[in-house]
């Protein structure tokens, strides 16, 4: 089993969609980075543990926790010319871009700010910080339970 950190914006599609969704499970489409593809095409795998990590927000965080429930297929999002993760360069026969479907688990305790994943010195070299324009990051099983331990409230 490997770990991995997926980002999305909550605006277009949020932990709190997944957990909504039919069965909380839903494809993890419109990825359209090469090498975030090659993750999903190539490594990604039935069973392996996502955290769902929000961006584009004032304050970026990792919220919950996903399983993935069916490994890398062709995104047909890339097909639809009315879809905005279209490309035409992608074809059904020759597709480009790869999609996986994941399902929820739980939300954390309490999100992992992204300013709270920099201070921590045992995610230092965390691919969050050495490709952070990547949109798929494989998280090692150090760095997993070292958010699970961060995602847990302190008490007084």
């Not at 277009?12 to 969704?21: P, R, W």
């Not at 305790?109 to 050495?130: G, M, R, W, Y």
Request: negative net charge; proline residues 8%.
């Amino acid at each position: 089993m490997h770990y991995w950190l997926f980002k999305t914006e909550p605006s277009a599609f949020s932990y709190d969609h997944l957990a909504n969704a039919l069965k909380q499970t839903a494809p993890w489409d419109g990825v359209r980075n090469y090498q975030a593809r090659n993750f999903l095409r190539d490594d990604v795998q039935v069973g392996d543990e996502v955290f769902v990590y929000h961006s584009s927000i004032p304050e970026p965080a990792i919220v919950g926790i996903a399983k993935v429930v069916k490994a890398g297929y062709a995104d047909h999002t890339a097909w639809d010319s009315s879809n905005e993760h279209f490309d035409p360069k992608s074809a059904p026969e020759k597709p480009l871009w790869y999609m996986v479907d994941v399902q929820a688990v739980c939300k954390l305790d309490q999100p992992v700010t992204l300013n709270v994943i920099k201070t921590e010195p045992a995610l230092a070299h965390c691919s969050l910080f050495t490709r952070p324009r990547l949109s798929i990051h494989p998280i090692t099983a150090t760095e997993w339970q070292t958010i699970i331990d961060l995602s847990h409230p302190k008490s007084a």
